[in-house]
């Protein structure tokens, strides 16, 4: 089906079924060859790149719609979700859809709620559904042209894990159970948006208390096994209640 | 006229005016007789107090809609404002009028956009409309009990502020211009919930560098006239990008 005939055969469903005038979209973060990573995704007739979305059920609270966009397009549901901001100025959806005919769903003006995730990389199967032509993992470094005001939702859910930081359990969420110094390092500087210098680093989130130094180090790379280290879930969780001390 | 007769005269021009299932909610503080006040109201058919709010015009920026809402209640728009929080169960709003018309606007499931501000107490002229019975400042303990789901929106706004105390001028904004070190211990103690040492809290904030001590001092005390402060803007700006450092 031509993407024009899809967007008409779904508008029809989509008056029925969604919320009009409110779409949900996706700041998925994940941390991968050591750094910090955005989902992106192309839709059929579009040049640009956006953020995967979605949209509110009438008989649907907001948070589970979110959890529904989520694991339709990763296929879990075990990740950690926020929201963080609703984007609600006039003109930020409509031009997108412009070519189509007004009745078209896609065409409205679209309030948006803005929820980031922190996915551990290995849990993700990424979907591509029929609207989109690409979907895939993009380093937060050099992102490519958003469509709408998609850049701008996704630097304001960057600022917002950065203000976290030191109350949100993040580096949690991004990293695998095993992780070397170095990874948890090259994570903080991804959302920092800055280099830290590594004795620093080092002392202070030692300082902290909340890693587990294990047994075992990571096999098979040419130089020497790096130490893996893991989180104290509970020594981690108490110190984010009264926040990390410091800046980085 | 009376209040059913109102909705229903206004309900036929909100159709037509505002964006259907959508509102915004706002929790005004201030700080005001040595304590954190917030603003609450009650609409003429209800038991229960409620946090003010209203809608967004189908031709009008959210962002503007919170400054138009708040003026209107207010009388200034000299106000901090801050988007904090959307709230989306169902059910959460759909209750409080139950025993109206189906088609009365105000009967929708409404996804409300919560916006806190921050309010200098001299600024503001309350405005009691025709659908409310009672307006006024309240301190933040011991509120009454709220309609619908106002608590949860207060409480979240209140950890907000509480998680952005070291980054955002939410002391600048709640204080007059000239202050006592012991009126900004009263203010941090508000926001965080608990009592402060006052020996440790002053050797904090000054060795933040970021108040002037003026050379006067507060008339009319029976006691020694307490020193006067105020914000030296600059440097607790600059201070508030890097966050400031430390729990209290």
């Known amino acids: 089906m031509d993407f024009k005939e899809l967007l008409e055969k779904q508008s029809a469903e989509s008056w029925e079924k969604y919320i009009p005038t409110l779409s949900i979209d996706?700041?998925?973060f994940s941390f991968y060859e050591n750094s910090l990573q955005v989902l992106i995704l192309k839709m059929r007739d579009q040049d640009l790149w956006g953020l995967p979305g979605g949209y509110v059920k009438k008989t649907e609270n907001v948070d589970d719609a979110a959890v529904r966009i989520l694991k339709d397009r990763t296929?879990?549901?075990n990740i950690y979700l926020q929201q963080f901001y609703t984007f609600g100025n006039l003109n930020r959806s409509e031009k997108a859809f412009e070519q189509y005919h007004d009745t078209i769903w896609n065409k409205q003006r679209f309030i948006s709620i803005g929820y980031y995730a922190l996915?551990?990389?290995s849990q993700v199967k990424l979907v591509l559904d029929e609207y989109s032509s690409a979907v895939q993992w993009h380093s937060i470094e050099n992102l490519p042209e958003f469509m709408m005001d998609h850049r701008k939702i996704f630097d304001k859910a960057l600022t917002?894990?950065?203000?976290?930081?030191?109350?949100?359990?993040?580096?949690?969420n991004l990293l695998p159970e095993k992780f070397t110094m170095p990874e948890l390092q090259k994570l903080y500087e991804g959302i920092l948006g800055k280099r830290l210098n590594r004795g620093n680093f080092y002392r202070k989130i030692l300082r902290y208390d909340i890693l587990?130094?294990?047994e075992e180090s990571r096999k098979g790379g040419a130089?020497?096994?790096?130490?893996l280290?893991?989180?104290d879930?509970?020594?981690y969780n108490s110190a984010l209640k009264e926040g990390l001390k410091g800046n980085w």
């Open 119 to 121: 996915a551990e990389h």
């Open 223 to 227: 130089h020497k096994a790096p130490d």
């Open 75 to 77: 296929g879990t549901e």
């Open 229 to 231: 280290y893991s989180f």
């Open 26 to 28: 996706c700041v998925i």
């Open 233 to 235: 879930v509970e020594k």
């Open 160 to 172: 917002t894990l950065r203000e976290q930081l030191n109350n949100h359990p993040i580096g949690y």
């Open 212 to 214: 587990t130094k294990l």
